[in-house]
């Protein structure tokens, strides 16, 4: 069993920025897929990013990409989402979601994960 927990959230107003943590418990988190989704008020949860066990391969959402960047310490037991140059749009709760997995390639699809954390709000005022 693996418990996520997200932090990091706030309201933050546009062209700011955030960095979300995922702290995760038990002792397979190196070798563990990290992704993040969000969802938006009135929206479908959506892919965000993701990050291989070892790190060595990453996925973005193509409307993220050069604004997040997704990195993880495992000798912490955390996943990070660094978000820069907020926009409006990217409010909503993201999650943090964990599957035991050795892949080259991170997953993007929510079935594909196993653990999910409770989220945190990321809110963008214009």
């Known amino acids: 069993q693996v418990q996520l927990v997200e932090s990091g959230g706030g309201l933050v107003q546009a062209g700011g920025s955030l960095r979300l943590s995922c702290a995760a418990s038990?002792?397979?988190?190196?070798?563990?897929?990290m992704g993040w989704f969000r969802q938006a008020p009135g929206k479908e949860r959506a892919f965000v990013a993701a990050?291989?066990?070892?790190?060595?391969?990453?996925n973005l959402a193509n409307s993220v990409k050069g604004r997040f960047t997704i990195s993880r310490d495992n000798a912490k037991n955390t996943v990070y989402l660094q978000i820069n140059s907020l926009k409006p749009e990217d409010t909503g709760v993201y999650y943090c979601?964990?599957?035991?997995?050795?892949?080259?390639?991170?997953?993007?699809?929510?079935?594909?994960?196993?653990?999910w954390g409770q989220g945190t709000q990321v809110t963008v005022s214009s």
């Open positions: 979601a964990a599957v035991s997995s050795h892949v080259v390639v991170p997953f993007t699809r929510e079935y594909e994960y196993d653990y």
């Open positions: 038990g002792r397979t988190f190196s070798s563990n897929t």
């Open positions: 990050i291989i066990w070892n790190g060595g391969s990453t």
